[in-house]
């Protein structure tokens, strides 16, 4: 079986007004800020190289920890943005993809956009909808 890139679109629900979010590259450089007037929407290149345990996600934006491997949506700071008081950093574990995926497919989740206190979404967040295949 061959590498499989596909696109990750992680929508975020509700975040809170006048915030920018953005992707967050392996580096640590945000991509593609924009400021919240609304749900957002971030598109997030993905690859998936078989390996014995299964697919493996990789690229420039994935990461990965003792729990796994994961993408981040930053916030205020962590956005570029500095002229707010947030700096925070949503993760989104990708153990829980889809295993029959094909190359060029979309699939896209939802998080909340804010977190218990009102800001920016934070931390680990659990998806509200599930990985679903969608057309690009």
């Not at 979010?21 to 290149?45: M, T």
């Not at 993809?97 to 896209?108: C, I, K, S, T």
Request: aromatic share 6%; with cysteine.
């Amino acid at each position: 079986m061959a590498r499989i890139d596909l696109t990750l679109r992680i929508i975020l629900a509700d975040p809170p007004p006048g915030v920018v979010f953005s992707k967050q590259d392996a580096k640590n450089h945000p991509v593609d800020p924009v400021r919240s007037e609304g749900d957002l929407s971030f598109d997030i290149p993905i690859t998936l190289t078989p390996t014995p345990s299964g697919l493996r996600p990789g690229g420039g934006f994935v990461r990965s920890d003792s729990r796994g491997r994961f993408v981040y949506v930053a916030s205020g700071q962590a956005a570029g943005d500095c002229q707010t008081e947030w700096r925070r950093r949503a993760k989104i574990y990708l153990h829980d993809l889809p295993a029959d995926l094909v190359a060029g497919e979309v699939l896209e989740a939802t998080i909340a956009g804010r977190a218990k206190d009102g800001g920016p979404a934070c931390a680990t967040v659990p998806l509200l909808k599930a990985w679903a295949r969608v057309r690009s």
